[in-house]
């Protein structure tokens, strides 16, 4: 089970990661930041990602309509030349957190970045 630093070294693996994130959406603060950061600020990132985070888990339009299914799993961001994928990883206590994965769009490959940052989500070990 990896840590924090072993799961953003994973997802820097991935095709065409330029930089990588574990923040928490409550407080806007990253835990751990590896890579490049958009703008070239890790920290004012993480705050800004952590808003959209914020929104899409606490508005009921974007969560999966009851029945026991889970809320809010990801949030894509796309613009001219990278995505911004935002996973939120399930957690024993408030599950505030996601990982933040900044990916090149001719080098990346949203769909498999998608499933492996689902991956690295539901084996990191916070503690």
Known sequence: MPGIDECLLEAMRLPGARGAALVDWTSGLALGTVGEAPGGDHETTAAEAAELARMAAE????SAGGGGLPPVEDVIISNGDSYHLLRFVDTSFDSSVFLHLWLGREEGNLALARIRLG???SRLVLG
């Open 59 to 62: 508005h009921g339009t974007f």
């Open 119 to 121: 991956e690295m989500a």
